[in-house]
Nanobody, 122 residues
Framework: QVQLVESGGGLVQPGGSLRLSCTVS?????????MGWYRQAPGKERELVAS?????????FYGDRVKGRFTISRDIEKNTMYLQMDSLKPEDTAVYYC?????????????WGQGTQVTVSS
C-alpha cells in the first residue's frame, strides 16, 4: 500500500512563502498516473492546485488561481514531490493534500496524504 506523508505547512504573512513536501513510501514510480496537490478551504470543495507527471518527464499543470505564484516539482531519488508557494494571499488559506494516482489497466487508484494546514494571515 502506498503512503504519502506531507510536511511544511504553517502560518505565514501575506506575500510570504512556504514549501510543502510529500514523501512517497516505496518508489515514486508506483504512482504512474501522476501526482498533485489539492486544497480545501472551510465550506468549499476540494480543488486541484497543481499536478505533475512522474513517468515520461515532468509535465506540469497549474490552476488559474495559483499560476505564476506556485511551482510544483519532484525529486525522483528522494521519492518526494514539492510545492513551492510564493506571493501567498489570504485566499490561499486551506488544508493542502498530496495526491498520487496509480493506474493499472482500466483502474485508477487514488492515494492521499493526511493534509497540512496553510494559513496566510497578518
Amino acid at each position: 500500500q502506498v503512503q504519502l506523508v506531507e510536511s511544511g505547512g504553517g502560518l505565514v504573512q501575506p506575500g510570504g512563502s512556504l514549501r510543502l513536501s510529500c514523501t512517497v513510501s516505496g518508489t515514486i514510480f508506483s504512482l504512474n498516473n501522476g501526482m498533485g496537490w489539492y486544497r480545501q478551504a472551510p465550506g468549499k470543495e476540494r480543488e486541484l492546485v497543481a499536478s505533475i507527471t512522474i513517468i515520461s518527464g515532468d509535465a506540469t499543470f497549474y490552476g488559474d488561481r495559483v499560476k505564476g505564484r506556485f511551482t510544483i516539482s519532484r525529486d525522483i531519488e528522494k521519492n518526494t514531490m514539492y510545492l513551492q508557494m510564493d506571493s501567498l494571499k489570504p485566499e490561499d488559506t486551506a488544508v493542502y493534500y498530496c495526491n498520487g494516482k496509480r493506474k493499472y489497466y482500466t483502474r485508477t487508484d487514488d492515494f492521499w496524504g493526511q493534509g497540512t494546514q496553510v494559513t496566510v494571515s497578518s
